[in-house]
């Protein structure tokens, strides 16, 4: 059992929650998830953790109500219980020096990547954050992405804030202005193919951080399983991030499918 | 040696105990081998693969029990023991069922075995300690020890008088516990017994590895297993859900946090997939995903969050016990066609052949000697066909079975809507790469010195399918049981 100590919408369908897991806190890096179960009938869900502080035992996690589960775990309050948090699982970020590096994020996708533009700002990185959403009431963490990086650049669909365009468009501006030696993406499967086949269009490395269905997290069920390189690779132990030039995206959109009929 | 001297004076001091002796010579030996084996009580099987929860074994009447009993010799030299890994006084428990003290024979059995209503249902007694009872060498078939172990653990738990081995004093030294499936638990209680201070981490929410994630209810329910673990807290067994050791703690927070001593029981962790075209197909996935599913998130229960798919023509891949555990679960699921694909024969089937009978009572049909190739989808990503390959048998493999051979141009095209590989799995990475020191074989198991368990970190100890790479549950429970023996040993400096 893991207490909600506070809780903040950030739209009306992404709500960030500030979980006690001190020995979660403790040990996670960038790049780490956390399974979750609401209820003891819950389902166990992936979450990447967005954030974590020592001093209070906490970690931060980011949820956007896309079905059952996500619904029961955003509806409860401060003060009340998570039935279980587990982890921290997955391969952290590897984090080192590459020159100038662009972090595309969408959807939630944009929490997760905090950590990551944190750490990769530390060391020594020039970090230019490109955020996209369909319309501006969306865009989440921006002032704290403004904290952390060299740069924050806005897209939204409906040109409602920022640039009007997609996310691709706003990666595709940092390129053509300046060299771009490192690509971090993490969102929608859809955004992660487009930025992919775009970065891969300019040659510029590149890893996506895949949100894939899973069941224990820890490499027994096989449920995350996508083909990266030409091979099976299960995103929770061999990921959750790979080096997405080499991601078959168009089975994971098709595999991320494979409970909505039944759900 | 010391704790084997031990045993085998228990065991024929038990045996010349007067009650004993009138009980052998109360019934001529011709007369008992004469008795027939006795035949479980099952549920009948059109009806039972229906219904998703109630066991299939009804287990003995106490009439039948006490009658099974009586085949028992009562051996001078026991050889049934030696097939036991956990060491269980087998002639001891079984004449205290003849003689009608069954609180006494379940008593027995908790000596040396942390899980007996367990063992007595999933242990393949008929590869352990029944492979070496005398009756066979007599050409009769085996006293159904496994019977009788579950008839007693039954009888104490449902008499409500539930015995707990005694407890040595506390020594005040703290272990530690990865996982908690059937190694594991055989290590805490031989450990609380022995008056350590017994912690036991497991990584999913609910207590039991392979025992609740894996094997379904209609052959272990889980309130047998609950009831089971119950018996563990009794003794001072503390467990900790949600924490994996190697991420959430690590080797050197247990030392922070006082533990001396550290069993690992993390288990085989990873399902093993083939590597054909199409196996990334929705509806195709891993009997590990597909059994928990339904047997740990409780799928199949219209109140549960957890989606499972029930598809109506469902090929198990495998010839082992997990591919009978999730075949007959499609049945239950309401699979109208229930397949077993298997390589090689039946005669080379790894899985028990009580667990063979019951898949084809309930209607499972096996198709032997095929080999899937690829799996072909409906345009929407979802399995629809699976291509097999005929295969014939050919010489001797390395496992001294026949190897098979694919018959050229024998392919056969089956529809399918659901496909569960059960083809073996590989040992849980997660400890092997995060304690450094630990010595690891190349198919990625901890390598354990063998007559302790004992691995590479002196203070680290390993058992069940993370060692073995995939075995049986009792195997595990008796590395489990070696292990604690041998860390005792360690810290007590006997034998040093």
Redesign the interface.
């Known amino acids: 059992m893991n207490k909600i100590v506070s809780k903040e919408y950030f739209s009306e369908n992404v709500v960030k929650l500030v979980v006690e897991a001190p020995l979660i806190a403790r040990s996670r890096k960038p790049g780490n998830f956390v399974i979750v179960r609401t209820g003891e009938k819950g389902e166990r869900i992936p979450l990447t953790i967005a954030n974590a502080d020592t001093g209070t035992g906490t970690i931060t996690l980011v949820v956007q109500t896309t079905g059952t589960s996500t619904r029961k775990l955003c509806a409860l309050n401060p003060g009340e219980n998570i039935t279980d948090v587990v982890g921290p699982l997955g391969k952290p970020t590897h984090i080192e020096k590459f020159g100038t590096v662009v972090c595309a994020g969408g959807g939630v996708g944009v929490a997760p990547l905090l950590p990551i533009v944190e750490a990769l700002h530390k060391i020594g990185n020039r970090v230019i954050v490109v955020l996209a959403a369909r319309t501006k009431n969306l865009i989440i963490l921006e002032q704290q992405m403004r904290d952390l990086a060299d740069e924050v650049i806005i897209m939204t669909d409906d040109g409602s804030y920022g640039t009007k365009g997609l996310v691709t468009n706003g990666v595709e501006s940092v390129i053509q202005r300046e060299k771009v030696d490192f690509c971090v993406t993490i969102g929608p499967a859809i955004m992660m193919k487009f930025v992919s086949l775009l970065t891969k269009k300019y040659n510029i490395p590149t890893i996506a951080s895949l949100n894939t269905i899973m069941v224990d997290g820890t490499g027994m069920c096989g449920a995350c399983r996508v083909t990266v390189g030409g091979k099976t690779k299960f995103v929770c132990v061999d990921g959750p991030e790979f080096d997405a030039h080499e991601v078959n995206f168009d089975e994971m959109l098709m595999r991320l499918g494979a409970y909505k009929d039944i759900q | 040696m010391i704790d084997i001297m031990k045993k085998e004076d228990i065991v024929s001091a038990r045996r010349a105990e007067p009650w004993r002796e009138a009980l052998r010579k109360s019934m001529k030996s011709k007369d008992r081998t004469a008795i027939e084996r006795v035949k479980m009580n099952e549920l009948d099987p059109v009806y039972r693969s229906h219904t998703r929860l109630e066991e299939v074994n009804q287990g003995l009447t106490k009439e039948q029990a006490m009658r099974e009993a009586q085949r028992c010799l009562d051996c001078a030299n026991p050889t049934c023991m030696t097939g036991c890994p956990v060491g269980i006084n087998i002639p001891s428990f079984i004449k205290n069922i003849e003689r009608g003290e069954f609180l006494e024979a379940a008593k027995i059995l908790k000596e040396t075995n942390a899980l007996p209503a367990v063992c007595g249902r999933v242990c393949p007694q008929e590869k352990q300690c029944e492979s070496q009872c005398i009756h066979l060498k007599m050409g009769k078939p085996a006293v159904a020890i496994g019977y009788l172990e579950r008839f007693a653990a039954d009888y104490e738990r449902e008499s409500g008088q539930m015995s707990s081995p005694e407890v040595a004093p506390s020594n005040g030294i703290k272990v530690a516990v990865a996982g908690s499936g059937p190694s594991g638990l055989s290590f805490a209680g031989e450990m609380a017994k022995r008056g350590y201070d017994v912690t036991v981490y497991e990584?999913?929410?609910e207590i039991g590895g392979v025992l609740k994630?894996g094997i379904p209810e209609f052959r272990l329910p889980n309130k047998i297993v609950d009831v089971e673990i119950d018996g563990l807290r009794k003794l001072g067994v503390k467990f900790v859900?949600?924490?994996?050791i190697g991420?959430?703690?690590?080797y050197d927070?247990l030392h922070i946090l006082g533990y001396k001593g550290i069993f690992v029981g993390s288990g085989a962790?990873?399902?093993n997939?083939m590597?054909i075209p199409g196996?990334?197909l929705?509806?195709v996935?891993?009997s590990?995903?597909y059994l928990?599913?339904v047997n740990l998130?409780?799928a199949a229960?219209p109140?549960?969050?957890?989606?499972?798919?029930k598809g109506k023509f469902v090929a198990v891949i495998g010839g082992g016990n997990t591919a009978m555990d999730s075949v007959r679960t499609a049945l239950r699921l309401g699979a109208k066609r229930a397949m077993i694909v298997y390589r090689r024969s039946e005669a080379e089937m790894p899985a028990r052949l009580e667990e063979v009978k019951h898949a084809k009572e309930e209607g499972v049909e096996f198709m032997t000697l095929h080999n899937p190739i690829e799996y072909i989808g409906d345009g929407?990503?979802r399995v629809q066909k699976m291509l097999l390959q005929k295969m014939e048998l050919g010489e001797p493999d390395a496992s001294g079975r026949r190897r098979p051979i694919p018959i050229e141009g024998a392919v056969e095209t089956i529809d399918v809507d659901e496909v569960i590989v059960s083809v073996g799995v590989s040992p849980?990475?997660?400890i092997p790469t995060t304690f450094s020191g630990l010595e690891i074989s190349k198919h990625g198991t901890i390598v354990v010195e063998e007559d302790t368990n004992r691995s590479a970190l002196h203070d680290v100890f390993a058992g069940g399918d993370i060692v073995r790479g995939g075995a049986t549950v009792i195997l595990a429970m008796g590395d489990g049981r070696k292990a604690a023996f041998a860390m005792d040993n360690q810290f007590m400096n006997r034998n040093n």
């Not at chain 2, 859900?241 to 994996?244: A, C, G, H, Q």
């Not at chain 2, 991420?247 to 690590?250: A, E, F, I, P, Q």
């Open positions: 990584a999913l929410h994630y859900t949600d924490t994996i991420r959430t703690l690590s927070d962790g990873f399902p997939f590597n196996e990334n929705i509806g996935m891993s590990n995903e928990t599913r998130m409780d229960n109140e549960t969050d957890t989606p499972v798919q929407k990503g849980n990475s997660l």
